[in-house]
């Protein structure tokens, strides 16, 4: 029945209407883009560190000066009298300098230059003597830090000791051996005192330090020359004393007493070889055998040798000679055996008696040689150490520092506050922090703010959009409308009047219901808008107040002639005297009361005003229907069956998709399509910004008149 009553087919569907999901997620352009667009309000964000900067830097911020003093760092030498191993000069090795680098911030030195500049009274040093901040008034209330007036003297220095390490720094200049002590203070002329100053106690540390290793290296050698030369006097004394134990002799002496015994040994050796003990055991041998010829060749006597011959002629006289003589020689043998061996002893005695006298001298020689040895190592040594002595003692007349003042500290120069890095960093930390707060808010904002935006994510046409009017009560809107007929805003609601008789060129629409999902999106404003322009074409208009729980368009139309619903369609062909004919727009204008009784959506739901709506169509030539919102009842849905085009109201940067996807689900159960969508309450200009394309936000910038 509803299908044949309007003919057209842009508000059903014949199944439900499909969502697409969400946009593709932003690129890089994007978020540039909305940086841009929300350029702006990144500067004004980014004022509020940029100012914050200055004012730290012109008025909160106390100045702070450096002031520089350079040392020249001296590369090892060697000293005067060759003195470099006893106290040498620094080593040009990374590591010791670095040392040095620590040395000239110990506590040490920062504590002489405290003492000797008096600092303890300096309130730049000393924070006793100034003003608790803020912050160490807090830590005073809760425990954290003593008070001011609690602390002690020896507190007070050690806490100036403490700070002036804090104001001190040393470094070493790349490449070279400069070394330069950089101290930083609030007071400019004392920053450039502490410099010198510490430099100057580096230097006379430096040569106190050398003083105390010569003076202790002089102190050390003098007790270890007086030792020595203890050690060496007793030591020449004892060689002296042995020497005198020995009998004079030396060592050609030792060795003529040496050739000595072996001449003994060997004179030894040949009677053992053979002697006369020999030579009788053979002739006794050679007797028994009885061969004399043999006897007289084995000992070689002449006389034996003719004894012999003689026996060999017959003679027996020879005989008797030959055993005569034979025996003779026996004799003699034996006695020269015993003589031999007689003097073998003799020899023995005397090799034994001349062994134990070399023994003896062996012995005293080579203690003697072993003290002469020790005595000279001993010599050799007091003398090393006697002229390292005075060398040292030379030495101290000489000491001077391993570094020199190469460029004291003079005025010093402001490094902090700095007023450009300051506001340079204020306003980049501005601007990044801006950037921030504009992308993140967009990406939080979930509601609509493009065309594009709201195409992709319903698949729905965007007809049109309506701007935030300038009126501030809903009453002036009729005049609005009325008295500028040209502006931008009126043009607009014109653009989305065209587009919604061109969806459908062959049946233009006759019921153009305006709704929304939830109430405050415009849809009232919309419905009165478009009634106007359609009456600007010189057609019949009728506006019908659907919205009867609310009643808002009575606001509209304070004339308004008031009837119940009910009367109205229980009126047979005398509805005319319910309408209410507005003469600012022109068109007629009809709603009814809300009865407690009567349900709007079942008087909607009826067949007669399914007839009244029929008797309509034929006396007018456009009826715009305001409805109720979508998710708050179902009167919409129910008008939407009737209308020829549905157009839903979108609030601009407001309604979140989501919403909006319900409210069309909800007129898609009932079979129903958008015709499409109108972005109301729009910021033209910032909706220019906001749509990449360009295309919209320019109605406000036409001047009137240029429209006929």
């Known amino acids: 029945m509803i299908d044949n009553m309007s003919g057209h087919s842009n508000a059903r569907a014949n199944a439900p209407v499909q969502i697409p999901d969400d946009a593709e997620p932003d690129t890089l352009l994007t978020i540039l883009h909305m940086i841009w667009r929300g350029k702006w309000a990144v500067l004004s964000i980014a004022l509020v560190p940029l100012l914050l900067s200055i004012l730290y830097a012109f008025v909160i911020a106390v100045p702070q000066y450096t002031a520089r003093a350079q040392l020249a760092l001296e590369v090892q030498r060697n000293e005067i009298a060759d003195v470099a191993s006893l106290v040498s000069g620094s080593s040009t090795e990374s590591t010791a300098i670095n040392t040095e680098l620590q040395i000239m911030r110990s506590r040490k030195l920062i504590a002489a230059v405290v003492d000797e500049l008096n600092l303890t009274n300096e309130p730049a040093f000393n924070p006793v003597l100034r003003d608790p901040t803020w912050l160490e008034r807090i830590r005073i209330q809760i425990g954290l830090m003593q008070p001011p007036d609690s602390v002690s003297e020896g507190g007070q220095r050690e806490r100036t000791i403490n700070a002036v390490r804090r104001a001190v720094s040393a470094v070493s200049r790349r490449g070279t051996y400069i070394l330069e002590i950089q101290v930083t203070s609030s007071d400019r002329a004392l920053a450039s005192d502490i410099a010198n100053a510490l430099a100057e106690i580096y230097m006379r540390e430096q040569i106190s330090t050398k003083f105390e290793s010569t003076e202790y290296a002089v102190e050390w050698l003098s007790a270890r020359v007086s030792e020595l030369e203890i050690e060496l006097f007793e030591k020449e004394e004892a060689v002296k004393d042995q020497r005198a ?33 020999t030579g ?3 002739l006794r041998e050679l007797h028994e055998l009885g061969d004399r010829q043999a006897i007289a060749a084995e000992t070689g006597d002449v006389t034996l040798r003719n004894l012999a011959a003689q026996i060999a002629e017959g003679s027996e006289e ?10 003779m020689l026996i004799e003699g043998a034996a006695t020269s055996r015993t003589a031999d061996r007689t003097r073998k002893e003799a020899l023995e005695r005397s090799l034994a008696d001349l062994e134990d006298r070399i023994e003896l001298r ?4 080579t203690i003697l040689t072993q003290m002469q040895r020790e005595a000279e190592a001993t010599r050799v040594l007091y003398e090393t150490f006697l002229a390292r002595l005075k060398e040292a003692s030379l030495q101290i007349g000489f000491q001077r520092a391993d570094s020199y003042m190469m460029e004291p500290a003079r005025a010093a120069a402001m490094v902090a506050p700095s007023p450009p890095l300051l506001l340079t960093l204020g306003l980049i930390v501005g601007l990044i922090f801006g950037a921030l707060v504009v992308v993140l808010r967009q990406f939080l904002d979930n509601g609509i703010k493009t065309a594009s935006q709201l195409e992709k994510g319903s698949g729905i046409m965007v007809l049109g959009h309506i701007p935030l009017l300038p009126i501030r009560k809903r009453a002036g809107l009729v005049e609005y409308l009325r008295d500028n007929p040209t502006t931008g805003p009126v043009e607009a609601i014109r653009n989305l009047r065209t587009s919604i008789l061109l969806s459908d060129t062959k049946n233009p629409p006759q019921i153009i219901l305006s709704t929304s999902s939830v109430p405050g999106e415009g849809k009232t404003t919309q419905a009165i808008a478009l009634a106007g322009t359609l009456k600007g074409i010189d057609k019949k208009v009728l506006l019908i107040g659907g919205d009867i729980r609310r009643r808002a368009i009575v606001e509209y139309f304070p004339n308004l002639k008031e009837a119940n619903l009910q009367d109205v369609l229980s009126t047979d062909g005398s509805y005319e005297r319910f309408v209410t004919h507005d003469e600012r727009l022109g068109i007629d204008v009809i709603t009814g009361s809300h009865s407690k009784t009567i349900n709007p959506a079942n008087l909607f739901s009826s067949e007669r005003f399914r007839d009244f709506l029929t008797e309509l169509r034929e006396s007018y030539d456009f009826i715009v229907i305001d409805t109720p919102p979508l998710l708050l009842v179902p009167d919409a849905r129910i008008l939407a069956q009737y209308a020829d085009a549905v157009i839903m109201a979108v609030r601009w940067n407001r309604t979140p998709l989501a919403q909006l996807k319900e409210g ?18 729009v910021n033209t200009r910032k909706l220019a910004s906001y749509s990449y394309d360009g295309a919209y936000g320019y109605y406000d910038t036409y001047a009137d008149g240029e429209y006929t």
């Open 245 to 277: 134990s020995m009998e004079l002799i030396d060592e050609d002496a030792l060795n003529a007493l040496i050739v000595r015994a072996q001449l003994l040994r060997d004179r030894i050796a040949r009677y053992e070889e053979g002697g006369a003990e």
């Open 362 to 365: 062996s012995r005293d020689v």
């Open 318 to 327: 020879a005989e008797a000679a030959f055993d005569r003589r034979f025996e």
């Open 280 to 282: 009788a055991d053979v």
């Open 664 to 681: 069309v689900r909800q007129l898609s159960s009932v079979g129903v399509r958008p015709t499409g969508l109108s972005l109301t309450q």
